[in-house]
């Protein structure tokens, strides 16, 4: 076996294992938060190794003497692939916590903890309503 092959199979590994994380995360995690950090950052890191492991595998061709066009094609359309999830991932992630905590829904377990550890009452979870008012009066 080259070492090249041995190289992709550690890196799909790799990034199978990540993926693997990020499915268990969301299937575990108590809250939207913590289930789009789990979503997220291993995807991310799965997505990472993945791409990689697909370069190194076109690389290896394309030095085997394969059809070059389409090896280096395929690198190519991987790393702007991983480029675009690298962008959409934490932004889309951004917009979905944002969007959730402006509807009303906080984290649950050791957040709470900590708020309440740090200023001594839990605080209030603020309505979708009050949320309002206060962009209205800061927009006047």
């Keep these: 076996m080259n070492p090249l092959d041995i190289l992709v199979i550690i890196l799909l590994t790799i990034g199978l294992f990540f993926n693997l994380i990020a499915a268990l995360g969301l299937h ?9 950090h789990a979503a997220t950052k291993t995807n991310t890191y799965g997505s990472i190794f993945i791409v990689l492991a697909v370069v190194v595998y076109a690389i290896q061709n394309y ?4 059809a070059a066009g389409g090896q280096i094609q395929l690198a190519i359309h991987s790393l702007i692939a991983l480029i675009a999830i690298l962008i959409a991932n934490p932004t889309s992630s951004h917009a979905i916590a944002r969007a959730s905590h402006r509807s009303g829904y906080l984290p649950k377990g050791v957040v709470d903890a900590m708020d309440i550890s ?4 839990k605080q209030e979870s603020k309505t979708t309503e009050d949320e309002k008012m206060e962009e209205k009066q800061d927009g006047a």
Excluded: N
Excluded at 118 to 121: D, K, L, N, W
């Design 28 to 36: 575990r995690f108590p809250d939207v938060y913590s289930r789009l």
């Design 63 to 66: 030095l085997a003497g394969a």
């Design 118 to 121: 740090i200023t001594g009452s």
